[in-house]
Structure formats: structure tokens, C-alpha cells
């Protein structure tokens, strides 16, 4: 199937006048998708885990048929292992609630964390240690292990692909080094899970977070793996029907994960369209999308190297889903607001890193992110919007 074959299956795509290059904010979501969900409401609408009648049984089988679709995405060993969420976001906070808070005293990041994968850490007044990055912006690999010869058994969390720059960190080498000194790794994959296999047993991470938006899914649903050997150690943080065995006034018994942490009724609609996404895109095979992504990269990188005053931060060649950059005396909102008006969409600012930015001494860049549906056409669009941007601001 080529590229254009498979905007087909996008209806976002149906308007041919613009240049979609924000996909690491929020991907665009298949007609598969679109229908999945439209069908929970059409046809089965009801609540799920607690009715007896035929239209509860069938969303309950849905709902459970798509933490399925996750597990199998994630090659968890048990599906019990995946918890419903709203995003990476709210997983990333779940644990820092439910299990960071009671038992680690430090926190151990890298440099290019998501504000997701900061705050939270900062709430429950954690000790947080930051891992130093090369002057390419890779984690330091010395300054890893020192940080875990000094505070071992300690919690390290983790973004597998940066959000701005495309860096993918060696996840698998950091989490053997991690649990070498006893401690527990979670690992951000919002960004690299749309771009490639996501092994968790292969990884053996302990915690591990999704957002549906990034994966052609819809927004307000992600997916939190917990290692079923730490569901005994994980804690309710939150209440309510459908996380409780029994209640009392004195006491309450809990079920056990995943259900525990699904406390109310959850996005039921939204579940059920994540499992059709990972499904759509586990059809489309990552072979594909891989091969068809890497030409995009080396033909951004092509054609940005020609662009006079662009400023990198980066090796960009081997960029994962996204590229940032900034021409030298033009400010990349300014750029932003340009390229839009000529039908091309990309993101400028902090991206959510405003630390790394600040280490870089700017307060933000221009960003092109890619998707399975981005075209060497939206690119060469891009560029010359891009060239004209420029060539505007500058007179």
C-alpha cells in the first residue's frame, strides 16, 4: 500500500490544501477508529463489568478485547498487566501516587523528560537526580550509572523518544543498569510506540505508559503496563465503583490490578478505538512504517542543511518522529504563525521541555513531527513555506 493509498483511510485528509506535520502532538485518527467508536454508541451503549443484560456483556467484551489489543501491542505476558488511563500523563502520575511515593526516597531522570515525567515527582517531594546529557543531548551513560552507584534501589523513569528532538535514548542497556543497582524503571513510550515495536518483556521495564492520541487513537485514553510482580505493592489512590470488592463503613477491600486503578466509569468508547488503532496499525505492519518514516527523515535533513541560519541541536540524521530546529534571528512563533497561513501545521515553543530548553539556552523551537500518513508533497510544501517565512521576516 503506498502512502497515498493510505491517507484514504484518514478522513482529516480528505482537505488537500494542508501540510500536517504535527502528528507528535496528536496523530490523525482512521476511519476504523471513527467507526469502532460510533458503533459502541450506535449500537451497544451501555456501561461495562456490571449488568447482566446483553448490551453490558457485549462492551464489557470490547472494552476488555481492546486491553487485549494493548497487551499483545506490548507483548505483556498477561493482560491483567494493562490499566486503562487517560493518557501517559495521568499513568506516569498514577504511579507516582500508587507506588513511587511509598516506597523510594529519589527519582532519577534524564535530561529530556516531558514535564509529565517531572512534576509529578515534585508533588510527592521526591529527591529528583537528572542524568547529564552530551553536548548532542544523549544521556551520559557515566553520569547515569554514577547517579545509581549513589542512590541505589532508587526509582528511575524514563522517556524512551524524545518528544522535540527525535533522540531515542538505549532504553534496554538503562533499565539493565538500573536494575543492576535494585531499582524499579519506568518508561515513557508516548512517542516511541507510533514509530516502532515496543517489547516489554524484551525491555523488562517494570512500569511502562501510553497515550492513544499519539497512536492514531482518540485523546483522553492511554494505557499504564505494570509488571504483575509489583501488583502486590501498588495502592489505591482513588475510589469508586468498580475498583472495590466490598465495602463497609469501617473498611474497604480492593480489587485486584488492573481493575483497582479503573475507579468510575472509564472512556469506555475511547478503549475500544484504541484497540482498533494499535489493531490498524499492527496491520499496516511497522516494517512499513519504519522504511517509509526514514525516507522522510533523511529528506528533512536533506533539505534543512540547506536552509541559511538553521540552527540544530542535534544529530537529527537518526531522528525518531520529529525534528526541531530555529533560524538564526527569527523567533519560531513568529515562524509558526507564518508557515500556518500558508496551509502548513507544525509545533513551536517548549514542547513541554522547558528545562531542556532553558540548558539550551532558548525558550523554544519549530517542530516538524511526522506520521504513517506524511508525504514527501508536505514536505516540499513545508520548505517553501518555510523559505518564504523566512525571506518575509527578514526584509
Known amino acids: 500500500m503506498s502512502v497515498n493509498e493510505l491517507r484514504n483511510d484518514f478522513p482529516f485528509f480528505k482537505d488537500k490544501t494542508l501540510a500536517y506535520l504535527d502528528s507528535g502532538a496528536t496523530a490523525q485518527k482512521p476511519q476504523v477508529v471513527l467507526e469502532a467508536m460510533e458503533e459502541y454508541y450506535r449500537e451497544y451503549c451501555a456501561n461495562i463489568h456490571r449488568a447482566s443484560h446483553g448490551l453490558g456483556n457485549k462492551a464489557t467484551l470490547k472494552y476488555e478485547e481492546a486491553r487485549g489489543e494493548i497487551a499483545n501491542f506490548l507483548n505483556a505476558q498477561y493482560q491483567e498487566e494493562i490499566v486503562f488511563t487517560s493518557g501517559a500523563t495521568q499513568s506516569i502520575n498514577l504511579v507516582a501516587y500508587g507506588f513511587v511515593k511509598e516506597h523510594f526516597e529519589h527519582v532519577i531522570i534524564s535530561g529530556l523528560e516531558h514535564h509529565s515525567n517531572i512534576v509529578p515527582w515534585q508533588i510527592i517531594d521526591k529527591s529528583l537526580h537528572v542524568i547529564a546529557s552530551k553536548k548532542d543531548l544523549h544521556a551520559d551513560l557515566e553520569d547515569y550509572e554514577r547517579l545509581l552507584k549513589k542512590y541505589p534501589n532508587s526509582f528511575v523513569s524514563l522517556v524512551q523518544t524524545s518528544n522535540t528532538f527525535g533522540i531515542t535514548l538505549p532504553i534496554k542497556q538503562m533499565i539493565e543498569m538500573a536494575h543492576n543497582y535494585g531499582c524499579k524503571v519506568l518508561v515513557d513510550a508516548a512517542q516511541s510506540a507510533i514509530h516502532g515495536p515496543v517489547d516489554v518483556q524484551d525491555l523488562n521495564a517494570d512500569f511502562l505508559v501510553l497515550s492513544a492520541h499519539k497512536l492514531y487513537g482518540p485523546t483522553g485514553i492511554g494505557a499504564l503496563y505494570i509488571k504483575k510482580e509489583l501488583h502486590e505493592l501498588c495502592k ?110 507544525v509545533r513551536v515553543g517548549h514542547h513541554c521541555v522547558q528545562p531542556t530548553m532553558h540548558a539550551l539556552g532558548i525558550d523554544g523551537t519549530v517542530r516538524i513531527s511526522f506520521g504513517m500518513y506524511t508525504t514527501i508533497e508536505e514536505l516540499d510544501k513545508f520548505f517553501k513555506a518555510l523559505t518564504r517565512s523566512i525571506k518575509m521576516l527578514k526584509e
Do not use: C, W
Not at 309 to 320: E, K, L
Open 236 to 345: 489505591p489512590f482513588q475510589g469508586g465503583g468498580g475498583a472495590i470488592k466490598e465495602v463497609r463503613y469501617d473498611k474497604t477491600s480492593y480489587m485486584p490490578i488492573p481493575h483497582m486503578y479503573e475507579a468510575g466509569t472509564g472512556n469506555i468508547a475511547g478503549a475500544i478505538g484504541f484497540g482498533a488503532a494499535l489493531k490498524y496499525m499492527t496491520d499496516i505492519g511497522f516494517d512499513v512504517i519504519q522504511t517509509h518514516e526514514r525516507k522522510l527523515v533523511k529528506y528533512t535533513n536533506e533539505n534543512l542543511s540547506k536552509v541559511d541560519d538553521v540552527i540544530t541541536y542535534t544529530d537529527s540524521t537518526n531522528a525518531t518522529g520529529n525534528i526541531s530546529f530555529n533560524i538564526k534571528g527569527i523567533h519560531h512563533n513568529d515562524l509558526g504563525i507564518l508557515l500556518d497561513k500558508q496551509g502548513v501545521q
